[in-house]
């Protein structure tokens, strides 16, 4: 633990970097309202803050910068998430007022409200659909003579989609029957259960029934992971002088399940901020991720989460992503509960 001085002039120091990405010297830091201490004394503080591992000096005679172990305890030293401010707030709302459609396009144009709102690059992962989703409605709709489309929306919000194409007309007399057929045993089951569905003795509906199970089961197999929506992966360029960083930061947001697979991780570990090495993927190690999960109807969903460099300004992106995870899982829970 450190005392109230040392805390100060860490939080200090960890703020004007944060806000300049320059070395902070001992005299700006005595400057600081409410300290009252010298140079000298703020001098002997940041030497032993060193020397404990919560500031490293980058060059000789250069002013001191946070470490991962500085930006933690900044970090934890922060009380909740504070307020959005009023543009923000106005940016959220307004988008939420407006997200409708379906979910893909709603989770993509989040991650770019999210990447908007805190400049730096936006990660939101679809709900899976796992056992503890039910599904809540399966229809059946005749697109054209031939072409039928199932869909099954489940009661975490995610939709399952999927055309049929037969080789012969299909009357809307035999979709209307197979949707029911269907409804009748898929509904209230588990969204990722394999259901025996009895024929009805009708050749038709039951091949379209047939037809649609086989389709269902066949899009759970090629989309059980998580889909990951990426935004604003291009303004991690401007928080990073180091081009190789740049390219190997831009190149793990290229790879899916990475991106899943770390964010399950930090939420697994109880943190809602993983900073620097913490995460350990060795690519990242300049960056911090701040996450979140989100719920539809009380049930967990995805994950949204923001990825930036270490200096990154930590109240307001929890204060961001703490805001659109609550919107995002109320307006999918809003948008389930019409279905």
Known sequence: MLDDRKAAILRAVVEEYIHTAQPVGSAYVAQVPHLSVSSATVRNEMSVLEREGYLVQPHTSAGRIPTDKGYRFFVDSLAQPGPLGPNETQQVRSFFSHAHGELERMLG??????????????????PAIHEVASVRSVQMVSLSARVVVVVAVHS????????????DDISDEVVSAAGVHLAR?????????????????????????????TALDQGRAVSDDDQVFVGGASSMASAFDAVDTIRQVLGI???????????????????????GAEHGVQPLADCSIIVAPYEVEGEPAGTIGVLGPTRMRYEQALAAVAVVSERLGRALSESAGRE
């Open 109 to 126: 144009d989040t991650s770019r409200l999210l990447s908007g709102l805190t400049s730096y690059a936006a990660v939101v992962t679809s």
């Open 253 to 275: 947001l290229e790879q899916q399940v990475v991106i899943v697979t770390l964010l399950r991780d930090v939420l697994d570990r109880g943190l809602s901020v993983a900073i």
């Open 156 to 167: 975490n919000g995610s939709v399952d989609k999927r055309t049929l194409e037969s080789a």
């Open 185 to 213: 045993y898929l509904v209230g089951s588990p969204a990722g259960a394999v259901v025996p569905i009895p024929p009805t003795g009708n050749v038709g509906v039951d091949a379209l029934v047939d037809a649609a199970t």
